[in-house]
Each structure stands twice: as structure tokens, then as C-alpha cells.
């Protein structure tokens, strides 16, 4: 059965750790927890996608849950909540875009383009299945615009909309 709700992987985005930095910010109107986000000059967070850092909006992290807003509902505007810092090794759920086919757990990911605040498989890049494996990424990969942020941590199937996955 596809995930394609947060609530549906678990409590939180934050599965491993516990130590992560925790950035204050306001609600928007579109940041859902486990989005990736980055914050504006107002305070508000704002869903990112690959084509974010050309309008001056850096990658700040992912979209806690909000204590008292519902898993899987945007968190409003103007409410505060914390944006988690991810760390590298340690495991979080997010959401994906539909990769139109199933991939297997340790399939690179990086930053999405068609919907702001998901992740998405690098492109020609491959790992075997496996988190400890070689990547061989082919000539056509420009690892500057589709850095390797993250990697599945368990197989997804076509229509799953979050994952579980290990921050690269």
C-alpha cells in the first residue's frame, strides 16, 4: 500500500537522534511537516524546490510537527513552530515526488523541481540497493545541481508521496 500521508510513516519527522537544531519560524500557508523548507526575510517558512537558490531562498531544513496542528495539515500562518536541521547518518520522513516507479532502499535523492518541498531521485545515479554501495553516477549527472542530499531508507512504490529516508 502507497504512504502518502506523514501521519501514515509515523509521530514525526525526526526518527533517529534527537540532538538536531531546532530553528524558530512562523507558518505559511503551504508548509506541511516533513517538508523541506527554507525561511523568508518575514520569518515564514516556505516549501523549497531545485530552482529555490536562484531566488535567494537557501535550504534551511525540514518542517517539525507542529503540537497542536493535525500531522498531515498545513501548519497555518503566523504560528510558530521549529524547522529541524537535519545531521548527516540520521533518519527522517519526508515527502517525495511520485518517482513513477518503484525504488529500492539507498536510491540517491536530491532536492525536487516539480513540487516545492519534496526530495527526488537523483538522476542516472545508482546504488544497487543498498545505503552502503558505491554510487555510480554517469557523465550526465552535474552533481552541483543535483547534490545528493539523502537516500531512501526503505523501498518506495510509485505512488508514495512520503519516505522514510537517511540524510546524506
Same mark, same amino acid.
Given at each position: ?52 537558490? /536562484? $531566488?535567494? @531562498? ?8 507542529? =503540537?497542536? !496542528?493535525? #500531522? ?61 554501495? /558505491? $554510487?555510480? @553516477? ?8 543535483? =547534490?545528493? !542530499?539523502? #537516500? ?17
Amino acid at each position: 500500500m502507497a504512504n502518502t500521508l506523514m501521519s501514515e510513516l509515523g509521530e514525526t519527522p525526526q526518527r533517529s537522534g534527537g540532538d538536531e537544531e531546532l530553528i524558530p519560524v512562523l507558518g505559511d500557508v503551504a508548509a506541511l511537516a516533513g517538508m523541506m523548507v527554507g525561511i523568508l526575510s518575514t520569518g515564514k517558512v516556505v516549501p523549497i524546490d531545485a530552482d529555490s537558490a /536562484t $531566488l535567494g @531562498i537557501s535550504f534551511i531544513g525540514i518542517m517539525d510537527r507542529h =503540537p497542536t !496542528v493535525d #500531522y498531515d495539515t498545513i501548519v497555518g500562518d503566523e504560528i510558530l513552530n521549529n524547522v529541524i536541521v537535519p545531521k548527516s547518518g540520521r533518519k527522517y520522513d519526508c515527502f517525495i515526488e511520485d518517482m513513477g516507479d518503484t525504488f529500492l532502499k539507498g536510491t540517491p535523492l536530491t532536492f525536487g523541481t516539480t513540487t516545492a518541498g519534496s526530495l527526488m531521485k537523483v538522476a542516472n545515479a545508482s546504488t544497487l540497493g543498498t545505503l552502503n554501495n /558505491t $554510487l555510480v @553516477i554517469d557523465d550526465t549527472v552535474d552533481i552541483l545541481a543535483q =547534490p545528493i !542530499v539523502a #537516500y531512501l531508507d526503505e523501498k518506495v512504490i510509485s505512488t508514495q508521496k512520503v519516505a522514510h529516508i537517511r540524510w546524506a
